[in-house]
């Protein structure tokens, strides 16, 4: 969302009136689709990690495959009904609005397992610098080329290149899953 109100100020400079209402559509799209796809998932670890501290790791492992399965049912379906309507649905862009829903939102519970932990600063300073290094992205495409599709582009690879990053940073820091608990599933669902 910060995305949606502070880049206009720079692109609405650099874009035509039609090139810059295919972006902000694309951003309409892509918030739509990310929060129905995160599906508030990784908000449960706010819940558990404070009540379960031992198995925090757990959780996250299972709000992350959870995150990934939803995401990949409503992106798959949102492309279908693209697909079966013709490109009515999302239009030209509906690939890259797929790749950057599911990098989005895969692999991102670090500001809900902060706060789960008592770490707001660590939220702060995340969430500023994705920000930050996000519209430095879409300026920088905006700059470069002039161009819509770049620009959407740029933001799929920044997404993916945060998706892996993300990826690694759990894998260094991940410590044990706790002791198995045969209901961790079924609890994180409901």
């Given at each position: 969302?910060?995305?949606?109100?502070?880049?206009?100020?720079?692109?609405?400079?650099?874009?035509?009136?039609?090139?810059?209402?295919?972006?902000?559509?694309?951003?309409?799209?892509?918030?739509?689709?990310?929060?129905?796809?995160?599906?508030?998932?990784?908000?449960?670890?706010?819940?558990?990690?404070?009540?379960?501290?031992?198995?925090?790791?757990?959780?996250?492992h299972q709000?992350?495959?959870?995150?990934?399965?939803?995401?990949?049912?409503?992106?798959?379906?949102?492309?279908?009904?693209?697909q079966?309507?013709?490109?009515?649905?999302?239009?030209?862009?509906?690939?890259?609005?797929?790749?950057?829903?599911?990098?989005?939102?895969?692999?991102?519970?670090?500001?809900?397992?902060?706060?789960?932990?008592?770490?707001?600063?660590?939220?702060?300073?995340?969430?500023?610098?994705?920000?930050?290094?996000?519209?430095?992205?879409?300026?920088?495409?905006?700059?470069?080329?002039?161009?819509?599709?770049?620009?959407?582009?740029?933001?799929?690879?920044?997404?993916?290149?945060?998706?892996?990053?993300?990826?690694?940073?759990?894998?260094?820091?991940?410590?044990?899953?706790?002791?198995?608990?045969?209901?961790?599933?079924?609890?994180?669902?409901?």
């Amino acid at each position: 969302f910060g995305l949606m109100l502070i880049s206009p100020v720079v692109l609405v400079r650099f874009l035509t009136v039609e090139q810059f209402g295919v972006y902000r559509e694309f951003l309409l799209y892509a918030g739509i689709l990310t929060a129905i796809s995160a599906f508030n998932i990784s908000n449960s670890l706010m819940y558990f990690v404070p009540s379960q501290p031992k198995a925090a790791w757990r959780f996250v492992h299972q709000s992350t495959v959870l995150v990934a399965l939803a995401s990949l049912i409503i992106v798959g379906l949102t492309t279908l009904a693209d697909q079966l309507s013709g490109g009515a649905l999302v239009g030209q862009h509906v690939w890259p609005l797929a790749l950057y829903t599911l990098a989005f939102v895969n692999v991102d519970f670090w500001e809900y397992l902060w706060l789960a932990r008592g770490q707001p600063e660590r939220v702060l300073v995340y969430t500023m610098a994705r920000l930050a290094l996000r519209l430095v992205v879409v300026v920088t495409a905006a700059l470069l080329s002039g161009d819509v599709a770049t620009i959407i582009w740029s933001l799929v690879g920044f997404e993916i290149v945060r998706l892996v990053a993300s990826f690694i940073a759990w894998r260094a820091v991940a410590g044990p899953m706790g002791d198995p608990h045969p209901d961790s599933w079924r609890q994180q669902i409901e």
